[in-house]
């Protein structure tokens, strides 16, 4: 089963700033879409374009997006993930990261969940 850390993910250094993933359909296929964001803006917004790594027991995806730009998705356990980018490079990578907490259920999301999931069939 694939992993895509579903939902929104507050950052642990700044509570006021959020990492957001859900699905858009991108040629008729369903496809993660990542949002950066604080609670009144959406900073960024780009979908997946492909996986560039991936390793299952190390629980990390690298991930080239629509905005050319990588980003890397390190699973920390069920509750935090570090994501690194989005970055011009795979080499810059390391250099922009962030630890985020999933948030629990019931939390005041910072933007609607009716925009994670954007169906237009």
Known sequence: METWWQGHWENVDDSTFFFSVGFRPVNEIMTPQFFTSSR????????????????????????????????????????YIIVYGPAGTINELESKKA?????????????????LIVNNW
């Open 40 to 79: 009144d803006t959406i900073y960024t917004n780009f979908y997946l374009f492909s996986t560039v790594e991936s390793n299952h027991r190390k629980r990390f995806k690298v991930l080239a997006t629509s905005e050319d730009t990588y980003l890397k998705i390190q699973e920390i356990d069920e509750e």
């Open 99 to 115: 630890e985020y907490k999933k948030l629990p259920f019931g939390a005041t999301p910072p933007f609607p969940d009716s925009v």
